[in-house]
């Protein structure tokens, strides 16, 4: 067989029933024969010719064929998972809810998951969150509304989901309860004692129905209250009994909203900074917002958020993005330029050799660290000393658990540390969009959008003195001003 001059690869295919469906060869494949690299099937006994009619009926069968055997796996899969959840009672996998911890039941009954060292685990109550659950079923029933709860419960200093498990919302402030967050408990079953699967599906929708040829993405969807899974048996220690979390469901609907009702906001329309610009009150994102068909940005942290903190937030702060973009732009025009980037470079490199202190991250993850070691050597003494095998199992198991999200944490923030970069590579790096900069005034919103992604922005919007301030990372450097802006609170 004669071979082409160029690097040649084979890609042999072992099982032409799962590999790819017919859309995806035909998607893929062009790039094979592009780069002159040999597509080997057995059916075929040998490689696809991309020349043959008979080769393309083949593999258009095996796509066909393909996409069943998934279909069927999915399908195995999830009733084997619903039989589980529904007569084992199982834990699935997932966050143990708010008022729960997560423990070890022993060895997984799967013996080859076994023999990996697997756990199977359960539900254990939280003896810090749990009441706090019990207060908040109890006082929605006298009538109380989410806001009032969640205001209460920040009054009284009680913490947040987030702030109580910040190991695992490193990404969340933990300053006060939210009304969604007290909305996600009250429709939580699993509060019963019942183990409840398939509240949510994932549903591949197309990325743009415009151009199919760009595939699939996936979401995740609310199923209604019937297709829910409930477990035959009480399986984790119940918080509140069933009769109150029914009379909790009907009161919700009877205000429009129930379980599975929640809907997240979709947006088609392109925003510039999206994702880049931060209230700097609350630190915050600000949603875009469309007005008369006039592009806004918002943060209504108070209508979210109980008020009962240290944050003094107005009730509503509005930006328009046409007072930004053309500063914005100006000055990034005027930074990336020939005559201003030496400047620019030397106050990048100047900041790069400046001292700086270490990760906040990374402190606190080893400080969780120490704290979980110490904790496991008490427990260990105690359990030496003859105290309960059942209570000091359950405190050395959430203790490993929290040991384990903070080293997740240290790993993390470790793999996120970069070298800091040279003058000729950050010169390279800003050269490399220069051009675009000088032409964003002519450039669409989802171009600058890409272009400021590409930079690293951040942008954040002081109400009281309407001005925003604009930073670009490079490696750990910034390279900021601040600058004059039309807003309105």
């Not at 909203?257 to 630190?283: E, F, I, N, S």
């Not at 006039?294 to 107005?314: D, F, G, I, M």
Request: charged content about 25%.
């Amino acid at each position: 067989m004669a071979r082409s001059p160029r690097h040649h690869r084979d890609h042999p295919i072992g099982a032409s029933l799962r590999p790819f469906d017919a859309a995806q060869f035909g998607l893929v494949f062009p790039l094979f024969v592009h780069y002159d690299a040999q597509l080997w099937v057995p059916e075929v006994g040998g490689p696809i010719d991309p020349n043959s009619e008979a080769h393309d009926l083949i593999m258009s069968v095996f796509g066909g064929m393909s996409k069943g055997e998934r279909n069927r796996i999915k399908i195995r899969v999830r009733s084997a998972m619903a039989a589980q959840a529904k007569v084992e009672g199982r834990y699935l996998g997932g966050r143990p809810p708010y008022g729960y911890q997560l423990i070890s039941l022993g060895p997984h009954p799967n013996p080859a998951k076994a023999a990996d060292g697997r756990q199977l685990h359960g539900l254990a109550i939280d003896g810090q969150a749990a009441p706090v659950v019990v207060r908040i079923f109890a006082e929605f029933l006298r009538g109380s509304g989410l806001f009032a709860i969640a205001e209460g419960l920040t009054r009284d200093g009680i913490p947040c989901p987030s702030a109580h498990d910040p190991a695992r919302n490193s990404h969340r402030d933990g300053l006060a309860w939210s009304k969604g967050a007290v909305r996600v408990i009250l429709t939580n079953p699993r509060y019963t004692g019942r183990q409840v699967w398939n509240r949510q599906r994932k549903d591949e929708v197309l990325l743009d129905v415009e151009d199919v040829s760009l595939g699939h993405t996936t979401r995740l969807r609310w199923n209604p209250a019937a297709d829910w899974v409930w477990s035959d048996q009480t399986v984790h220690p119940e918080i509140i009994t069933i009769e109150v979390f029914t009379q909790a469901q009907q009161i919700l609907a009877g205000r429009g909203r129930g379980p599975g009702d929640q809907k997240m906001p979709r947006t088609r329309r392109p925003y510039a900074l999206r994702g880049a610009l931060y209230c700097a009150v609350c630190d915050r994102k600000m949603q875009g917002h469309t007005v008369r068909d006039v592009a806004y940005y918002r943060c209504r942290y108070p209508q979210e958020y109980a008020l009962a903190n240290t944050v003094s937030h107005p009730a509503n702060v509005y930006l328009r993005e046409d007072t930004v973009l053309p500063a914005l732009d100006g000055w990034l025009a005027r930074a990336l330029a020939p005559p201003q980037l030496a400047s620019t470079l030397d106050a990048m490199v100047a900041a790069l050799s400046s001292p700086a202190c270490d990760d906040p991250g990374v402190a606190h993850a080893r400080r969780a660290i120490e704290e979980c070691n110490a904790k496991l050597t008490r427990y260990r003494a105690a359990l030496d000393a003859g105290a309960d095998p059942q209570v000091v199992t359950t405190w050395i198991a959430q203790a490993q658990a929290e040991k384990i999200a903070a080293e997740r944490e240290l790993r993390q923030a470790s793999q996120d540390e970069e070298r800091h970069l040279t003058r000729d590579e950050i010169s390279d790096m800003i050269k490399s969009v220069g051009d675009i900069a000088a032409a964003l005034a002519a450039a669409e919103a989802a171009e600058k959008a890409e272009l400021y992604r590409h930079l690293n922005l951040r942008l954040a919007y002081q109400p009281a003195t309407n001005t925003v301030r604009a930073a670009v990372k490079i490696d750990s450097s910034y390279h900021g001003v601040m600058d004059r802006v039309r807003g309105g609170t």
